[in-house]
């Protein structure tokens, strides 16, 4: 039976440090940490088929009763403790409604090479560069997640999935889709050619729509930033796509631009309502836990 947990009063208690005003330090990184708010991401973290462990968890006195089993599946229960609102609060420094915390640890990063299914498997991987916003990127990874994508790989530009906001913005859907950062300066191009896949860059000037022709059975879908968008020499490069709108307009945003594409690619792949294994074979291992 998991313990009750132990109720802590004093703000200044050294083990409330993690969550010591995690708004402005949420902006510069925790050594390692990130932390979940909320009941479902929460609940993700803690179950199976999330990548990484929590390292302790915060909760508001009448919020444990609903989480209690929750946490007794866990293999490993994280320490558990219990905080009233406005101790919560002065600790985090804004206030907390949801009265639910916990510090996630992120483990070791993972390559990009470790993620794709190896050829001829299909395969479905989501590369984002640049993107600067943390509702876009959460977004992104949902999409992701819902789609079925296999990874999701990150430039040097692109901000941090295991921020607060996108976690959250992702429903949880950053704690168990599995995602890469690449090294800087890596080539979109020369990575998709490395790992067999097919790249579609997207891009409102381009040509062709999504929908021209059949989806490849090994895709990695580009998306830049909005507003500048990728740059010309991956767009000279790639296989440049765009998403048809209506007449007069031009512009989507890009987490929206990557749920298009996603539902578009995955069903022509023939993976939308099937489990997350994979056709044809035994479900595949994206390796050890990390970020």
């Not at 109720?7 to 902006?27: A, Q």
């Not at 992104?140 to 079925?148: I, K, L, S, T, V």
């Not at 921020?163 to 950062?181: C, D, M, T």
């Not at 048809?244 to 022509?268: C, E, H, K, Q, W």
Request: hydrophobic letters at 45%; a neutral charge.
């Amino acid at each position: 039976m998991t313990p009750a947990p132990e109720l802590l009063t004093d703000p200044d208690d050294p083990r409330l440090e993690p969550y010591t005003r995690v708004r402005e330090r949420d902006l510069v990184g925790r050594a390692g940490r990130f932390i979940v708010e909320g009941e479902v991401t929460l609940r993700l973290l803690l179950g199976r088929r999330s990548r990484f462990r929590a390292e302790s968890i915060l909760l508001a006195p009448e919020r444990w009763p609903g989480l209690a089993a929750d946490v007794a599946a866990c293999p490993e229960p994280p320490p558990i403790y219990s905080a009233s609102k406005a101790v919560m609060s002065a600790v985090t420094g804004f206030p907390i409604h949801r009265g639910v915390l916990a510090v996630g640890l992120r483990g070791p990063g993972l390559d990009a090479a470790a993620l794709v299914p190896p050829p001829p498997a299909p395969a479905l991987v989501v590369g984002l560069a640049g993107l600067t916003n943390h509702d876009n990127v959460g977004a992104a990874f949902r999409n992701a997640a819902a789609f079925g994508a296999d990874a999701v790989l990150l430039d040097g530009a692109t901000c941090d999935p295991l921020y607060r906001k996108s976690i959250r913005v992702s429903a949880g859907a950053a704690l168990i889709q599995p995602f890469a950062r690449l090294p800087d300066g890596q080539d979109w191009l020369r990575l998709a050619e490395t790992l067999d896949l097919r790249p579609l860059a997207f891009s409102p000037g381009a040509s062709e729509t999504l929908d021209a022709r059949a989806a490849p059975p090994r895709a990695l879908l580009i998306l830049g930033t909005e507003g500048p968008g990728l740059d010309a020499a991956t767009l000279a490069r790639a296989r440049p796509i765009r998403i048809p709108m209506a007449a007069g307009f031009d512009s989507l945003n890009v987490a929206t631009a990557a749920g298009i594409a996603l539902y578009t690619i995955a069903r022509g792949q023939g993976r939308l309502g099937e489990p997350r294994a994979r056709r044809g074979g035994e479900p595949f291992d994206p390796g050890p836990a990390g970020s």
